[in-house]
Nanobody, 119 residues
Framework: QVQLVESGGGLVQAGGSLRLSCAAS????????MGWYRQAPGKQRELVAT???????NYADSVRGRFTISRDNAKNTVYLQMNSLKPEDTAVYYC?????????????WGQGTQVTVSS
């Protein structure tokens, strides 16, 4: 069973930046898509960004141009660089692993890391 451990969340002022990291156990990291989802209080969980094993990326419209997802296969780690943060980015952010880069094929979730953006 793979373990996904997120880090890097915290409190930041609007306009600031944070970088989330997700370290994965196991030896098939490079052959799987990775992603970030988030859930704000009282709202449904939503896709933030995904990156395939071939480094193709996909972003939610609300974060495109501000957030960047990347991966380091040598370190079994996926990152989410978040710039120009807005209060509406406040949420618990979850790291995921999937076979095909879509929610239906997700087979692992991290425990989540809180991101709070103050106005």
């Amino acid at each position: 069973q793979v373990q996904l451990v997120e880090s890097g969340g915290g409190l930041v002022q609007a306009g600031g930046s944070l970088r989330l990291s997700c370290a994965a156990s196991g030896n098939i990291f490079s052959s799987r898509a990775m992603g970030w989802y988030r859930q704000a209080p009282g709202k449904q969980r939503e896709l933030v960004a995904t990156i395939t094993s071939g480094d193709s990326t996909n972003y939610a419209d609300s974060v495109r141009g501000r957030f960047t997802i990347s991966r380091d296969n040598a370190k079994n780690t996926v990152y989410l660089q978040m710039n120009s943060l807005k209060p509406e980015d406040t949420a618990v952010y979850y790291c995921t692993r999937s076979r095909y880069g879509n929610e239906r094929s997700i087979d692992s979730w991290g425990q989540g890391t809180q991101v709070t953006v103050s106005s």
